[in-house]
């Protein structure tokens, strides 16, 4: 079997990996009242209660900070839980895979589409914000980019997933290491924070990944600009991820649940 | 025709042996150590094969070979015949969720459709009599009860080789001479069964071979009670 194959594998075993994504979305908020709602509620409180202070450290209009923290911090959310979720991956599936010879890709469809979904509930509090900010302006070809800014977002989660989760299953350092590392990624990205406008095009941020890809879906809402730079950053972090599946898997195909 | 074959086969598994290790020492902190060496075996349809074997005597890592969680290091695993591997009491349930959730993933797992898993699932409430128990998280399950729910994820078996790894124990007297009934009328001549466990009654019960396996290597394969004789003479 070879990367394409498991994948192909994967895409057939939709329904359990659908069924598992959101029996796992819902076990996090197993006896809650509000259950997943709180996925919106907790987007909603971090950003109202940042958008508060650091508008008045920043010195930024309120109304042009929280739309920019928001989309900041819900596609943040999204990277750092595909890094972090990540690294476990295949270690939870531990179960089913040394039960039966399963495709990777099973799992790495599970997480991310877990992730897509909260991905999903984030925009019940993003678009009204979007237009209670923006009004009907924003009505425009626009979203075309931020829709397909989410897609190269994505299809990078999902790439990335199938290695993050591989090296973290071999080398157990790997795990706690990216656990300190998304908190530092989260303080030295302009996520709470725009990128000061006379080092906006310094190396510090072109060259940082992160940066781009929360440009992706910024830079069409808040500046209306569309992020010509990024998106190539973006095909370029896409094409590298797939090569990295591509040339990894037959080494780690059969040895993976070795490791588990 | 259901049909197992396996070659020279020779299998070492891998281990992290502590909580221990780095970066940079993890290559010599994942240990190797030989589970099964050289092993040819033969078996054919209608065979109903008891392991026998102490501890780490490559009785689950012979299952896993002939099911293809594993690649053998050395030789070939043939096998012809759809393959329902069952590995471990607890092995694929999930505590968190209810037993219902449980068996319905199980379903999915084996690519069932809605029907054949909704189908499935009332036989087995009916077989098990967990009733409305299903709806509760398995963690919350006694003993006996998460016995009942294991062995109903058995029963979506739909394969020619049947390979099981402890899990036809399933609680009271009552309820294991239904299991038996019903393992028994699964098992009809076109089917395989290889069942590991250390009950000696309960693979009398379900197996008419065995194989006695001891440091990975094959002491003896032949008639159940013949070679059942040796294994006690051994451990002796």
Redesign the interface.
């Known amino acids: 079997m070879n990367f394409l194959e498991d994948i192909k594998g994967g895409l057939?075993?939709k329904?359990?990996w659908i069924?598992?994504a959101k029996?796992d979305l819902k076990?996090n908020y197993?006896g809650s009242a509000l259950g997943v709602f709180w996925i919106v509620l907790a987007l909603m409180l971090k950003v109202g209660m940042l958008s508060v202070v650091y508008s008045m450290v920043l010195d930024k209009n309120f109304g042009d900070y929280i739309l920019f923290l928001a989309l900041g911090i819900l596609t943040w959310n999204f990277i750092s839980s595909i890094i972090t979720n990540g690294a476990t991956i295949f270690r939870k599936a531990s179960?089913?895979?040394?039960?039966?010879?399963l495709e990777h890709s099973t799992f790495v469809f599970q997480n991310v589409y877990k992730e897509c979904l909260v991905l999903l509930m984030y925009q019940l509090f993003a678009i009204p914000l979007v237009f209670f900010i923006k009004g009907t302006e924003i009505l425009s070809w626009m979203w075309f980019w931020v829709i397909f800014g989410y897609l190269l977002i994505i299809l990078i989660a999902f790439f990335a997933s199938f290695w993050i989760g591989w090296l973290s299953a071999?080398?157990?350092?790997?795990q706690p290491?990216l656990g300190s590392l998304v908190v530092i990624l989260f303080l030295i990205t302009p996520v709470l924070w725009p990128p000061p406008e006379k080092f906006a095009d310094s190396l510090y941020f072109q060259l940082n990944p992160f940066f781009h890809l929360l440009e992706l879906i910024r830079a069409p809402i808040v500046q209306g600009e569309v992020p010509v730079t990024s998106i190539w950053v973006a095909v370029f972090l896409l094409t590298l991820n797939m090569l990295i599946c591509l040339i990894f898997y037959s080494k780690v195909r059969?040895?993976l649940?070795?490791?588990l | 025709m259901a049909q197992i074959q396996l070659k020279n086969v020779t299998f070492s598994?891998?281990y992290?042996p502590s909580i221990g290790?780095?970066?940079f020492k993890?290559s010599s902190?994942?240990k190797s150590k030989v589970a099964l060496r050289h092993i040819d075996l033969n078996i054919e349809k209608g065979d109903t094969v008891a392991l026998l074997g102490t501890n780490g005597a490559g009785k689950s890592t012979l299952l896993?070979l002939i099911?293809?969680?594993?690649?053998p290091e050395q030789g070939v695993v043939k096998t012809n015949g759809k393959?329902y591997?069952?590995?471990g009491r607890n092995?694929?349930?999930?505590p968190?969720?209810s037993g219902y959730?449980n068996l319905?993933?199980r379903g999915?797992?084996l690519?069932l459709n809605d029907k054949e898993i909704a189908e499935k699932i009332e036989e087995i409430v009916e077989f098990t009599g967990l009733g409305e128990d299903l709806e509760r998280?398995v963690s919350t399950y006694s003993q006996g009860m998460r016995a009942r729910l294991t062995f109903g994820m058995l029963m979506f078996v739909n394969a020619e080789i049947l390979l099981v790894d402890e899990g036809l124990a399933a609680g009271d007297k009552f309820f294991l001479a239904k299991t038996h009934k019903f393992v028994n009328d699964l098992l009809d001549q076109s089917k395989i069964l290889i069942f590991a466990s250390h009950s000696n009654e309960l693979l009398r019960r379900f197996c008419k071979k065995a194989l006695w396996l001891n440091n990975g290597e094959v002491m003896a394969f032949g008639s159940f009670e013949t070679v059942l004789k040796q294994y006690n003479q051994f451990k002796k």
């Open positions: 057939l075993r329904r359990l069924e598992l029996l076990a197993q179960n089913f895979m040394q039960q039966m010879r071999r080398f157990r350092d790997i290491m059969d040895r649940v070795l490791w | 598994y891998k992290f290790g780095g970066l993890s902190g994942l896993k099911s293809g969680v594993f690649k393959i591997s069952f590995f092995v694929g349930v999930m968190q969720l959730d319905k993933v999915l797992l690519n998280p």
